[in-house]
């Protein structure tokens, strides 16, 4: 299986922005792609339109989210909690090209479950403080709600500083691995989608050796 490969651009006039304006620009300069890989589509088979515009700053990656979906769900409204069993959508990052990655999950309303792991069992849970530097915007607010159906769309703009990654920026291109993710695993239309593919025979995104290539021009 080919991994896929995303060359993502450089745009410094972002961390002079707010947050809640900067998705036009990622739209119109970043790199945009569709999450639409259907891995286990006999049992999951609901495809929502999931689409993400990335670019970095020099100091944090930039991500605006848009999902298009018939259920919306969100009931957890604290960090660091199940926020993958609300309409949910995730960035997953090795810096290094290794088995130490980080995972990014947020729901519709910008709740966050973040860690640094080596494998699924045992994170290594980021911090409050740790977790009021990763920026956030969501369209759909930030109180909770129980699910509702009908037909919706949804953005989601986060910033992820590279310094927590362990990375700097220098003006020269830095590769890393990484995947992106749209699930909702406790709505009446349970999915899981990725951007790079997974070949498992259950839902499982914690999979580095899955990861797509990411380069920062």
């Given at each position: 299986m080919d991994k896929k490969t995303l060359s993502v651009p450089y745009i410094a006039s972002l961390d002079d922005m707010d947050i809640e304006s900067i998705a036009t620009i990622l739209e119109e300069q970043g790199a945009r792609r569709t999450i639409d890989s259907l891995n286990w589509s006999e049992q999951y088979p609901y495809h929502p339109l999931t689409t993400f515009s990335m670019a970095h700053s020099g100091t944090?990656?930039?991500?605006?989210?848009f999902v298009r979906c018939n259920f919306l769900k969100a009931v957890n409204y604290e960090n660091q909690s199940p926020v993958s069993q609300d309409s949910c959508v995730e960035f997953f990052v090795a810096p290094q090209c290794d088995n130490h990655?980080?995972?990014?999950?947020?729901?519709?309303i910008g709740a966050i479950n973040a860690s640094h792991r080596t494998e699924r069992k045992n994170p290594n849970r980021l911090t409050a403080e740790e977790l009021d530097r990763i920026k956030r915007y969501a369209s759909c607010g930030t109180r909770a709600f129980n699910e509702i159906e009908g037909l919706f769309t949804w953005?989601?703009?986060?910033?992820?500083?590279?310094d927590m990654l362990g990375?700097?920026?220098?003006?020269?291109?830095?590769?890393?691995?990484?995947?992106?993710?749209?699930?909702?695993?406790?709505?009446?239309?349970?999915?899981?989608?990725?951007?790079?593919?997974?070949e498992t025979e259950k839902p499982d995104f914690h999979r580095p050796e899955f990861f797509g290539e990411i380069t920062l021009l």
């Open positions: 944090h990656i930039y991500i605006d989210f990655y980080w995972n990014f999950e947020f729901n519709c953005n989601l703009t986060i910033a992820v500083p590279l990375l700097k920026y220098e003006g020269n291109p830095i590769k890393i691995a990484g995947n992106f993710y749209k699930c909702a695993s406790a709505t009446s239309q349970p999915h899981y989608l990725s951007w790079s593919p997974i």
